[in-house]
C-alpha cells in the first residue's frame, strides 16, 4: 500500500510541473504466450505452457524530461518503472523505478549521469551498448536469441553508479561506468564504496560510419572481499560486436570472453556451491561464445535468423574441469501493425553436451513464443 501511494504522489507530482519542464510520459506493454520443452538425458521430459510477459520489450512507464541550463549546459533525468504485465507485480525485485533512475548532466563536456542504470554491456538503457546494434534479436526475445544465450549472463543494472559518455568524435563513442555498490536492496549490509560490497567498473567504445557500427567492452565485478564473502576472484569480461547494414538485409556478430563468471548460458551452467577452495571461496566459470545473425525486411516486417555458439568450463578440486558447449539457432519475426503496435513470434532450439565431470545429463531446449506489443 505505501508503495502505491508513493507512486501515485510521485507521478502528481511530476505531472504538475510537466508544464514547466520537457517532460515526457512513454511506455512499452507486451505480453503473449511460451511453449518450452526441456529434455535431459536420463529424465522425462518437461514441458510448460505459459502466459509470458516482457517477450519482445520489456514492460515499463517511464518518466523523461530536460531543462535548457544556457551556456550549452542541460539537466535531464530518466525515471522508468518496470512491471509484469500477466501480474500487475513490479519487476526488479520490487523497485518502483528498477528499470532506470538517473539524473544526468550535459555539456560539451559530454554527458555525465549518476543513480541506477544498465550496465554497458546490455541492451536496453541509456547507456547500454551491446543491444540490437550488434544483435538480430538484441536483448532476446524472452529467452529466444539472446546473445546470452551461449556466453555469461553478466548483463544487469546497477545502483550508485557513475557514468560518463563522451562527446562524438568522427563517428566514435567512449565509456566509463562505476558502480559503488551493485544491489543495494538485496545487499543490506556492505558499505558503498567499500570491499564489504560488490562493484562494477566498465569502459566501452561504439563506433559508427555509414551502414557500419562496432561495440567494444572491457568490465569487471569487484566481488566482496570480506571475511566470509562467497566468490574466489573478480569476473573480468570483454565483448566486441558489429553489424554492417547491406540495405536488403542487415548481418549482425557479437562475441564475449569471460573468467570468473556467476553462471554460463541459458542452461545455467554454474560452478555448485560445493565446489568451493579450500579456504570457502566459490569457484567461477571461465569461457567464451559468439552469435552471428541477420536482420531481413520481408512482407512488411522484420524476418531474424541467428547462430550461437559457446564454451564454459569451472575447475574441479582433484578432477577434471567441468565443461560445457552449447549451440543456439534462432529464428523470429516482427510485423508491425502501426507505429506503435507490433505481433512477433519466434522460435529457439538450444543444445547443451556436458562433459563427465559436470555430472549433469545433455540438455535439449525448444521454445516457441508469440506476443503483441504495443508502446505509448
Known sequence: MNKHLLAAALLSALAT?????????????????????TSVDGADDVRTFQMKTNQQAGNRVGLKGTEDLGNGFKVGF??????????????????????????YLDGAFGQVAFGRTSQLAAGVGSYAISGGAVNAFSTGWGGVGNWANVTNGNAARYDNTITYRSPAFAGLLLYAQYSMKTDSKSDTTGTENKASTDRYYGLGATYRNGAFNAVAIVDSINYKSTEGSAREDDAVSVFVGGGYDFGSFKILANGRWFQDAASFSALSFASPAANTTTDGKLRGVDGYGFNVGVNVPAFGGIAKAQIGWGHGEYEVEGSQDAELDILALSAGYIYNF?????????????????NAAAKTGDTDVTEVIVGLTHRF
Open 17 to 37: 510541473s510537466a508544464f514547466a519542464a520537457n517532460v515526457t510520459l512513454y511506455g512499452v506493454v507486451d505480453t503473449g504466450f511460451s511453449f518450452k520443452n
Open 78 to 103: 530518466v525515471l522508468e518503472n518496470g512491471f509484469n504485465e500477466d501480474s500487475g507485480e513490479l519487476a526488479q525485485n520490487g523497485r518502483l523505478f528498477g528499470r532506470e533512475a538517473i539524473v
Open 338 to 354: 502501426s507505429k506503435r503496435t507490433a505481433v512477433y513470434c519466434a522460435a529457439d532450439f538450444k543444445t547443451g553436451d556436458y
